[in-house]
């Protein structure tokens, strides 16, 4: 079952100035940052109220955050929902049809994540997480 909105992603082009207004200017707190090889980003998560916003940096042009940065120069780039089963969510949006990225979870900054194709979802790219521990 989807739980909340566990955060939004914000592609910027550089991590520190990012993190110096969503933490600095805007005083929200930073609860992890880590660079993620296997997906080209360094990433930080901020507390805003009971969710969080995740901002990524791509570490190369060529990879789907960096051409999102190219086209967009940055901004809103994903809703992520929390759930306590990420494979069980992926599972049952493939028996619905739903156009997936992944085909199985993998680890990401907010836990066990995966993606939903925004061919699939009115343009909007969606992210399943389940953080540690649940």
């Not at 090889?37 to 791509?58: C, H, M, N, T």
């Amino acid at each position: 079952m989807l739980k909340k909105i566990h955060h939004v992603g914000v592609v910027v082009p550089s991590l520190d100035a990012g993190l110096r207004f969503w933490r600095d200017t805007l005083g929200l707190h930073l609860t992890a940052s880590a660079t993620i090889e296997e997906q080209g980003v360094r990433a930080a998560l901020l507390k805003a109220g009971d969710s969080e916003i995740e901002l990524l940096e791509p570490l190369d042009a060529g990879n789907a955050v960096g051409k999102f940065l190219a086209r967009h120069g940055g901004g809103l780039h994903h809703v992520c929902f929390q759930t306590d089963d990420v494979a069980r969510e992926l599972e049952a949006a493939r028996a619905k049809g739903i156009q997936l990225i992944d085909q199985k979870p993998r680890r990401g900054l907010a836990g066990m994540i995966c993606f939903l194709h925004p061919k699939a979802t009115r343009g909007v790219l969606v992210e399943y997480a389940q953080p540690p521990g649940e």
